[in-house]
């Protein structure tokens, strides 16, 4: 069911998705829905006399088709996709894409996987500002940090089907440089950006004040990236490197040896790549 979903959506078919298109279409069922955050989506609803409810009214008989010819009348999809297990999934989009003419490519989206572990422990425990060890799930941690090493893929080692399709992206370095690190990707991507992309890079990743909302799109990257150094105890922090520490090695993250090093912002934590991984 993944891979006929992500499929459908980079060839802008949705036969067989209606069910998740009438979800994704109603603001109530998900804080992520299609129809107030795509204004083509709300371009597409209003056709149909959309009351002032928050549900696209599309008869759910003919919601793939409708859906689709919006889809198709745009130069490029984008699909931002969580938890995939494995790249290899994306095999048979990318080799269907050769005999039509789909070209697909993958950005490969990791972060620290202790800001991983601080962010996870915020949205559980949602009144507390600072995290112990003992808060922990070991289990949860390994596995991220055997993911985060599943998927690395490297130069000498790279598929035949994933060359020129796959880059690799630390979170960090959109918010150290995210003017410079967005040119990369738009040029990886083949893609001439938008004068529009950088207007909105400028206003909303630099933001001042409190950002209450977990998923905003608002913010100010710098402290996002560095926000788990002063919310991680000491000893939750080298719970994670010593379970992480071959994953963290390899992706550039450097190792926090005392309580100084972790609380003082101006150390930074961030190292090269290794040479040997595909990345931006």
Not at 121 to 138: G, R, V
Not at 144 to 157: A, E, G, I, P, T
Not at 238 to 247: F, G, K, L, S, V
Request: with cysteine; glycine share 4%; hydrophobic share 35%.
């Amino acid at each position: 069911m993944q891979l006929r979903m992500l499929d459908g959506i980079s060839r802008c078919e949705f036969g067989g998705l209606d069910k998740f298109l009438t979800f994704y279409l109603d603001t109530r069922a998900s804080h992520f829905g299609g129809m107030r955050k795509s204004k083509m989506l709300q371009k597409l609803c209003r056709k149909y006399n959309s009351p002032r409810g928050r549900v696209c009214p599309i008869p759910r008989n003919v919601i793939s088709d409708r859906v689709g010819e919006v889809c198709r009348s745009a130069n490029f999809t984008v699909v931002k996709t969580i938890r995939v297990d494995e790249v290899k999934i994306f095999r048979a989009i990318a080799e269907a894409g050769e005999r039509t003419g789909n070209d697909v490519k993958i950005i490969h989206l990791v972060r620290d996987p202790r800001a991983v572990a601080a962010s996870r422990l915020a949205l559980q425990y949602k009144n507390e500002s600072t995290f112990s060890h003992s808060q922990l799930n070991s289990t949860k941690v390994q596995n991220l940090c055997k993911w985060m090493l599943r998927n690395v893929q490297y130069r000498d080692q790279v598929k035949t089907w994933l060359r020129e399709r796959y880059t690799l992206l630390r979170f960090e370095d959109i918010a150290t440089s995210p003017l410079r690190v967005v040119k990369k990707l738009y040029e990886f991507v083949g893609i001439q950006p938008h004068k529009a992309v950088f207007r909105w890079l400028k206003e909303n990743t630099n933001v001042t004040g409190q950002i209450k909302d977990p998923y905003s799109q608002r913010g100010n990257l710098k402290e996002t990236a560095n926000s788990w150094r002063g919310r991680l105890t000491l000893s939750a922090v080298e719970n994670i490197q010593e379970t992480c520490r071959e994953a963290m090695k390899l992706l550039g993250y450097k190792i926090v040896k005392d309580e100084r090093e972790l609380r003082n912002d101006s150390i930074s934590l961030i190292a090269k790549l290794d040479e040997n991984v595909i990345h931006v």
